[in-house]
T-cell receptor, first 113, second 113 residues
């Protein structure tokens, strides 16, 4: 079946460094992807999204890259801060299937001061 | 304040005793969705609704029911809860399923003994 998966369950970075969190998906028909951040004890929070007609999208300190050839996307966080410590999920959907979302398992990012 | 609310936040119940978890949003969103979150499995979609009276199955719908009689409310019903439904549940909403930020509720931690 369809799957969306993250490569590493945990990632530890030094404060001020850049972080890269990876995600792979199995269904080549997936055409919309979202990254979420979940802090301990809270619900997921939208970070950034990207459609399949783009290969890069930038937000505030975050960049999402999409490589449709190898079905891979990544979230880059610039100048990582302690407040970025959280679990990060990618999710994908197929446009003509409307609201069905498939989530990856999450990568826990720890930022060392 | 724009928000998604869920009630109750915590619930301990026994096998077979019907329960309802309520979800309400005040943003006039068309799309609403329920997820469960389990360690090592990430977020999995249970049911979603594209609009009033329109609901559809997600990845793990077995043992759950939903209804969408009003735009703002999307209750999750467990007719006969079982221990394997012990989980953390999140409700979410967005204006549309694609291209719009999805807002999550604070979560409901359910334990079925």
């Amino acid at each position: 079946g369809e799957s969306v998966g993250l490569h590493l369950p945990t990632l530890s970075v030094q404060e001020g460094d850049n972080s890269i969190i990876n995600c792979a998906y199995s269904n080549s028909a997936s055409d919309y992807f979202i990254w979420y951040k979940q802090e301990s004890g809270k619900g997921p929070q939208f970070i950034i999204d990207i459609r399949s007609n783009m290969d890069k999208r930038q937000g505030q300190r975050v960049t999402v890259l999409l490589n449709k050839t190898v079905k891979h996307l990544s979230l880059q966080i610039a100048a990582t801060q302690p407040g970025d410590s959280a679990v990060y999920f990618c999710a994908g959907t197929i446009y003509n299937q409307g609201g069905k979302l498939i989530f990856g398992q999450g990568t826990e990012l720890s930022v060392k001061p | 304040e724009a928000q998604v609310t869920q009630n109750p936040r915590y619930l301990i119940t026994v096998t077979g005793k019907k329960l309802t978890v309520t979800c309400s949003q005040n943003m006039n969103h068309e799309y609403m969705s329920w997820y469960r979150q389990d360690p090592g499995l990430g977020l999995r979609q249970i049911y979603y609704s594209m609009n009033v009276e329109v609901t559809d199955k997600g990845d793990v719908p077995e043992g759950y029911k939903v209804s969408r009689k009003e735009k703002r409310n999307f209750p999750l019903i467990l007719e006969s809860p079982s221990p394997n439904q012990t989980s953390l549940y999140f409700c979410a909403s967005s204006l549309k399923p694609i291209g719009y930020e999805q807002y999550f509720g604070p979560g409901t931690r359910l334990t079925v003994t």
